[in-house]
C-alpha cells in the first residue's frame, strides 16, 4: 500500500503544533515554578532574618535577667535601687562616702537606717555571708537554717494531741481530741565584730572589699556562733540545745522542750552499750539522717569501742569520699561539746535539722570607724541571730556517770 507524503507531512505538522503547544504550556508552568521558589525563598529569608531577630532578642532578655537577678531570693529580680545601693555601700565602705545611702537602703531592702547604727549591708552580700558561716560552723551544716526580715519570729509545733480510732462503715464517728499545738520563739542575739584594713587596702582597685569583709566576718563570728547554738544561754544569744532542761524520761511522758539523756554506763567514761542505746532511744523517724555530734577528744575515745562480739563500733570511709561511721551513722565534729567527765554531755545523737533550727535575720549593719585605731579604719558590724530546740524528740544526748 503506497504511503501519501502529503499525509506524512500533515501528521508532522501536526505533532510539531502539539509540541510547540506543549512546550509553552511547559515553559509557562516552569517559568511559574521558578517564581514560586524564588518568592519561597524570600519567605524563607524574611523567617530566617526574623528567627535571628529573635534570637538576639532573647539573649539580649537572658542578659538583662542575669543582670537584674537577685541572689538567693524566691522573687529573682534585683531592682535598679537594690544594685544602686550595691554600689554606694562599696563607695561608703571605700571612701567613707553615705551620700544617699540610707534612702538607697530604705529602696532595696525596706529597712530604715539607724542613726547610729551604720548602714545595712547589701541583701546580696548579706546572704553570701550566711553561706559562708555555713562552711564554718558545723551547727549550721546540721541544723535547720531560716533568714527572716524582723526578728518577730514565732514557729507552730503539734505535740501530738490528737486521737484517732477505727470503726466500721455504718458506726457513730466519736469526737476525738484536738491536736495540741504550741508556738516556740528563738532566743534572739547581736553578734558583732570589728575588721580592721588600712586605707591604701581599701583605695587599691584591685583590692575585693566586699569579699574581704565578708572573710573576716566569716572568721570572727564563726567560733562565737558554734559556741551559742551548741550550748548557749540565750541571755542576749541564741539558746544552745545543751543549755535545754533534761532529763531521763522517755519521749511518751517527757514534757515538751526537755530533751531526754541516757547515762555513760561507765563512771567517768564512755560504754559501747551506752553507744547503742542512745541510737535506739531515738525514734525510727528521727534516726532517718541523724548523725552523732561530738568533740575530737571523745571522737578519739569512741574510736576504740567494741561491741560484744568484739567488733569496733568505728567503721572507717575506705571509698573515696564516704566518710567515717559510729554504728552506722555518721559523725560531725564539734570543738564546743564538752570533753568525757563526770555528768558532763558529750556525745549528742539525733536529727538536728529537725530538732534545732537557727533563725537569720537579714539586715546586717556596718559602722566605719577610720579615727579610733589609725591608720586602720575599723568596720563594727553587727547581726542578729537566733537558735533554738524545735523538736525535743529529735536530740539525744549521753550524761557520764559519776558514781
Do not use: C
Not at 537584674?68 to 562599696?90: D, Q
Not at 543549755?243 to 564512755?270: C, H, P, W
Not at 542505746?277 to 552523732?292: E, I, N, P
Amino acid at each position: 500500500m503506497a504511503v501519501d507524503i502529503k499525509d506524512i507531512e500533515n501528521v508532522a505538522t501536526e505533532l510539531k503544533s502539539s509540541f510547540d503547544e506543549f512546550k509553552q504550556k511547559n515553559d509557562k508552568r516552569l517559568e511559574a515554578v521558578e517564581q514560586e521558589k524564588g518568592k519561597l525563598a524570600e519567605q524563607v529569608e524574611s523567617l530566617n532574618g526574623k528567627l535571628s531577630a529573635l534570637d538576639e532578642l532573647k539573649s539580649g532578655l537572658e542578659a538583662e535577667l542575669k543582670e537584674i537577678k537577685r541572689p538567693g531570693t524566691t522573687e529573682g529580680a534585683k531592682s535598679k535601687e537594690a544594685k544602686e545601693h550595691k554600689e554606694a555601700f562599696n563607695r561608703f565602705l571605700r571612701k567613707g562616702d553615705d551620700k544617699g545611702l540610707a534612702e538607697l537602703e530604705r529602696k532595696a531592702l525596706s529597712t530604715g537606717s539607724e542613726a547610729d547604727g551604720g548602714y545595712a549591708v547589701p541583701e546580696e552580700l548579706d546572704r553570701s555571708l550566711i553561706e559562708l558561716q555555713r562552711d564554718a560552723v558545723v551547727m549550721r551544716q546540721e541544723s535547720n537554717v531560716i533568714s527572716v526580715g524582723t526578728s518577730d519570729y514565732k514557729k507552730l509545733v503539734n505535740l501530738h494531741g490528737a486521737s484517732s480510732g477505727w470503726v466500721g462503715e455504718e458506726d457513730e464517728r466519736l469526737e476525738t481530741n484536738t491536736p495540741k499545738l504550741s508556738q516556740i520563739v528563738p532566743f534572739m542575739g547581736e553578734i558583732y565584730g570589728n575588721p580592721q584594713a588600712t586605707q591604701t587596702m581599701l583605695d587599691d582597685a584591685f583590692f575585693n572589699v566586699e569579699q574581704w569583709l565578708n572573710s573576716e566576718l566569716q572568721i570572727e563570728f564563726a567560733e562565737k556562733e558554734e559556741s551559742a547554738f551548741t550550748a548557749g544561754d540565750g541571755s542576749k544569744k541564741p539558746k544552745g540545745f545543751l543549755a535545754y532542761a533534761m532529763t531521763e524520761e522517755a519521749d511518751k511522758i517527757r514534757a515538751f522542750g526537755k530533751l531526754q539523756y541516757i547515762r555513760s554506763g561507765n563512771v567517768g567514761d564512755i560504754t559501747a552499750d551506752a553507744v547503742l542505746q542512745l541510737v535506739y532511744t531515738l525514734r525510727k523517724v528521727h534516726r532517718m539522717g541523724a548523725k552523732f555530734m561530738m568533740n575530737n577528744s571523745s571522737l578519739f575515745k569512741v574510736r576504740t569501742l567494741k561491741n560484744s562480739e568484739g567488733d569496733y563500733l568505728w567503721r572507717p570511709g575506705l571509698d573515696a569520699g564516704q566518710p567515717s561511721t559510729l554504728a552506722g551513722y555518721g559523725i560531725a565534729e564539734n570543738e564546743e561539746m564538752p570533753d568525757v567527765a563526770a555528768d558532763a554531755l558529750p556525745i549528742a545523737f539525733g536529727n538536728f535539722k529537725r530538732g534545732y533550727t537557727i533563725v537569720d535575720r537579714i539586715g546586717t549593719r556596718v559602722l566605719r570607724d577610720p579615727y579610733t585605731n589609725k591608720p586602720f579604719v575599723g568596720f563594727y558590724t553587727t547581726k542578729r541571730v537566733g537558735g533554738m530546740v524545735s523538736d525535743s524528740q529529735a536530740i539525744k544526748l549521753m550524761k557520764i556517770q559519776s558514781s
